[in-house]
């Protein structure tokens, strides 16, 4: 019981001289709750006949003031209730701000943590939490893409340098034809060996990066290259420097020699000849050769000779579409390979080349092992290409007379500038890309371009532009001529 009731008994114990009851008294929900039971009425009537919503009334007897509205509501509805119910509404609400105070004010009761175990002296236990543990792992994730990207970086920049092991030294002295070259590089690694003739000799390291290759050998001094190139970065290795020395045959004096020296290099050149001219860029270079290769070299010389053009055009410009006149330019594109290194295995050859507009000289080299290489040199013209000229013949068949104006690849030609024609007069025109006609009548104008009949232009009294081209029939123009 709060001090208020206290308060408010005595003034009535005062009156009333009756003992005072220590049973505390319920709370404020269970109060009206009761008093609703002892009414007969339920929530529901109580909702009709109060005006106060259900929910309301409802956490008025569950004593959740939580789910009331602000206090000022809250008064109003409890003194209404109370009312209702036939209870002091005073007394009510006064119990009802003691029980608010007393929630307000109370606190909870700590609860002491139980006391821990005193840790062994000179000493801490170490704890493996799931944190440390992702940490951990991604600590070893980082650490090991860095090592791989080191790996992978040291693997691009180191170079496996090619070695050699048969023969064991870089300059030798061996009587022979043929030697197996023998050495070590990077596993894999494709294994590139120049000879003396230029002429390239490849071979692949194996698992354990051995690799071995035949080569020919020549009487005299024969200086080989040797280079590994990496499969995976394609890197080159340092060239590697060989030479072997095949001693020429020794004679005595006064005897003869048992072997005679090889014979030099034949070479005979078909096409193309020297000093030819032509308007095919398609130049074929053909010969016979005792030698195992050929090299073919093209140098600019000049721009060519201007041919004259066909009466009535005017002189094309024969500027080559290359370097300046007199600058070098590389050997054209062969189609079958490398222009300078052509394999010549049956003793023939022929190359396709193609050369732009110019003056050419071709340097065609044969090769063959242990033999001086012979040269020959040959000179040609590329020009451009000849204009055709084609004739259009025009006649006037028809009474009615025309308008008639003829433009030749683009230009007015001379005396058909829009002239009025009459029946039976003819007309000649020249030009190498196209004819433009137009006229006010074009069922009178009948047309032959080189010999062959095209016909009547168009209807009679029809007017226009017609463009005619050879190999085509006469088409409207998008614009007058």
Same mark, same amino acid.
């Given at each position: 019981?709060?001090?208020?009731? $206290? ?6 114990? !005062? ?14 929900? =269970? ?5 609703? =039971? ?10 009709? =006949? ?12 569950? !004593? ?7 206090? &000022? ?29 007393? $929630?307000?004010?109370?606190?909870? &009761? ?11 002296? !000179? ?7 799931? !944190? ?14 860095? /090592?791989?990207?080191? /790996? ?20 030798? $002295?061996?009587?022979?034809? =043929? ?67 095949? #001693? ?13 020296? #090889? ?7 078909? %096409?193309?000849?020297?000093?030819? +001219? ?13 030698? %195992? ?20 055009? *005017? ?9 300046? +006149? ?5 050997? *054209? ?8 290194? &052509?394999? &010549? ?10 050369? #732009?507009? @110019? ?25 451009? *290409? ?14 009615? @007379?025309? +308008? ?8 007015? /030609? ?10 039976? $007069? ?24 080189? +010999? ?8 009679? @009294? ?20």
């Amino acid at each position: 019981m709060t001090a208020r009731h $206290q308060l408010r008994l005595g003034r009535r114990l !005062g009156r009333d001289r009756t003992p005072i009851d220590a049973t505390p008294a319920p709370p404020v929900g =269970e109060t009206l709750q009761l008093a609703r =039971e002892r009414k007969g009425v339920d929530l529901y009537r109580a909702e009709r =006949e109060t005006k106060i919503r259900l929910h309301y009334l409802a956490a008025l007897e569950d !004593g959740d003031w939580d789910e009331l509205p602000a206090p &000022v509501y809250t008064k109003g509805f409890l003194r209404n209730y109370a009312i209702y119910l036939g209870l002091e509404p005073d007394e009510i609400l006064d119990r009802w701000r003691d029980e608010m105070e007393q $929630q307000s004010t109370a606190t909870r &009761v700590a609860v002491a943590p139980p006391p821990m175990p005193l840790a062994e002296p !000179g000493g801490r236990r170490f704890t493996l939490s799931p !944190g440390m543990i992702v940490a951990g792992l991604v600590v070893i994730v980082i650490v090991a893409f860095i /090592v791989y990207i080191g /790996v992978q970086f040291l693997r691009f920049v180191d170079v496996t340098d090619v070695a050699l092991t048969y023969p064991t030294n870089v300059y030798s $002295q061996i009587d022979a034809s =043929e030697i197996t070259l023998q050495g070590t590089a990077g596993r894999g690694a494709v294994i590139r060996i120049t000879a003396p003739d230029g002429q390239i000799y490849s071979t692949t390291a194996d698992q354990n990066g051995a690799w071995n290759r035949d080569v020919p050998l020549a009487r005299g001094q024969n200086n080989f290259t040797v280079i590994a190139t990496d499969p995976v970065t394609q890197r080159d290795s340092k060239p590697l420097q060989l030479t072997i020395i095949v #001693p020429l045959p020794s004679a005595s004096p006064g005897a003869s020699s048992t072997e005679a020296p #090889p014979p030099p290099i034949q070479m005979t050149l078909f %096409t193309p000849t020297s000093g030819s +001219s032509t308007t095919n860029p398609q130049v074929t270079v053909s010969g016979q050769t005792t030698g %195992t290769r050929i090299t073919i070299a093209s140098t600019y010389e000049g721009a060519p000779t201007v041919t004259p053009p066909p009466s009535g055009l *005017p002189v094309r410009s024969a500027t080559p579409s290359a370097a300046p +006149s007199g600058s070098p330019l590389a050997s *054209p594109t062969v189609p079958a390979g490398p222009a300078d290194d &052509v394999t &010549v295995p049956s003793g023939s050859f022929s190359e396709q080349l193609t050369f #732009p507009i @110019g003056r050419w000289r071709i340097t065609i080299t044969s090769y063959a092992t242990g033999l001086a290489p012979v040269a020959q040199d040959v000179e040609i013209e590329v020009q451009e *290409p000849p204009v055709v000229v084609h004739t259009l013949s025009i006649l006037v068949a028809g009474q009615r @007379g025309a +308008s008639l104006k003829v433009d030749a690849d683009g230009a007015v /030609v001379p005396g058909l500038d829009g002239i009025s024609v009459s029946d039976q $007069q003819t007309f000649t025109a020249t030009a190498a890309r196209e004819f433009c006609v137009r006229t006010d009548n074009a069922g009178v104008i009948s047309l032959t371009l080189d +010999s062959t009949p095209l016909g009547l232009l168009g209807t009679k @009294g029809a007017a226009g532009s017609w463009i005619i081209k050879p190999g085509q029939t006469p088409q409207p123009a998008s614009s007058p001529c």
